[in-house]
């Protein structure tokens, strides 16, 4: 990176990512090593290397660019997206990564990048436009045909993540509150007929029957999440000590690894741990909502809001399911969760973010 662009990088947005993936690398460690020893730990050090060298590409390259890539980028997104009906790796009855060699690609992932740069293009070339409900419908297009891709796989969470990004990236936009008010309650009546028609797979259903009855079925669909509050409560203020948990030791906890990396971090580092980890999300966000606020023009103003969306809904789901005020739901947390896909797009979004403030300023070499 050149010296110039060096001393305009926001550190602290840095410095507190950078912390997060060293302390998943030691999650992901202490949650595997018993039955993987060190594989699990050396597949997400390469994942968390190559997501660092995307960060820093990103940084450097104006962001406007970057916006150049929108289409082409949604576009083989939708190729993969097609590719993984036919031929994904299936994961507990979900069709979502397509197997390249050892490693399984989520294409998902990716839509979230291509989405947060076509979104903050088309909005900000159009901002004389933005009370208008028709330009409203014509952005809310662009998650149309990829989203029903996700759906089929089938994936509920990740196009309940896209649309609150459209709607914070609407919202900051200038469209008018009572458009976004009445596209949200369209889409949760769709959620709602869906459910009465039986679109939504059983599953999903028992997953979202058991977090509203928690306690009917504490050895059944709601023993993952159970199990999680236990080893989280048996963690107390500063923890067991790291590597020391027995829940996550004897694997009491399903996917501890990644969707309840959290469980983990709560038995073995405590309370103090766990909100040290949620200080470092509320300052990644906070200088997120920082960099929006300072962006030079619509578009990186907008291209931050998404990006900053991404992370928040990801922490508040991830946690929430964790901790038992949300339903099970496969959402990792950012940057500390096993997995590249998900490692790879969230270091895209910081890079993102870095851009848009590297960039506010016109830079001369």
């Known amino acids: 990176m050149p010296r110039r662009l060096a001393a305009r990088i926001d550190w602290v947005l840095l410095v507190a990512v950078v912390t997060l993936v060293v302390i998943g690398l030691t999650m992901v460690y202490s949650a595997t090593r018993v039955e993987m020893g060190t594989r699990k730990l050396a597949l997400q050090a390469v994942w968390a290397l190559m997501g660092l060298a995307l960060l820093f590409l990103f940084a450097c390259v104006d962001y406007s660019r970057l916006q150049s890539l929108a289409v082409p980028l949604l576009g083989v997104t939708i190729v993969l997206l097609l590719l993984v009906l036919g031929l994904g790796h299936i994961v507990k009855g979900a069709a979502r990564w397509i197997p390249v060699g050892p490693l399984n ?121 159970q199990q999680s509050l236990i080893a989280i409560g048996s963690g107390h203020f500063v923890g067991k000590g790291l590597f020391k948990g027995t829940q996550s030791r004897l694997r009491f906890v399903p996917d501890q690894e990644t969707d309840f990396i959290f469980t983990v971090i709560g038995e073995e580092t405590g309370f103090l741990g766990s909100l040290f980890v949620l200080g470092l999300f509320g300052l990644v966000v906070y200088r997120g909502l920082a960099i929006a606020a300072a962006a030079k023009d619509t578009s990186g103003r907008l291209m931050a809001t998404g990006v900053v969306a991404m992370v928040l809904v990801h922490v508040l789901v991830n946690v929430g399911m964790a901790t038992g005020l949300g339903p099970v739901k496969g959402m990792p947390l950012p940057f500390v969760s096993y997995g590249g896909s998900s490692m790879l797009t969230m270091m895209a979004g910081i890079g993102l973010l870095q851009s848009v403030h590297i960039h506010r300023q016109k830079i001369t070499f």
């Open 105 to 225: 690609v989520q294409p998902s992932e990716l839509l979230k990048i291509a989405l947060i740069l076509a979104l903050s293009g088309f909005l900000a070339t159009r901002e004389d436009e933005v009370e208008d409900f028709g330009l409203v419908l014509k952005s809310l297009a662009y998650m149309g045909a990829p989203t029903l891709l996700v759906l089929a796989q089938p994936d509920l969470g990740t196009p309940v993540l896209l649309f609150l990004m459209w709607l914070a990236m609407a919202l900051v936009a200038g469209c008018r509150l009572t458009h976004l008010g009445g596209l949200a309650l369209a889409f949760l009546m769709l959620f709602v007929a869906a459910w009465g028609l039986d679109i939504i797979r059983p599953h999903q259903k028992e997953r979202l029957a058991a977090f509203l009855e928690a306690d009917a079925d504490p050895r059944g669909k709601n023993w993952q999440q």
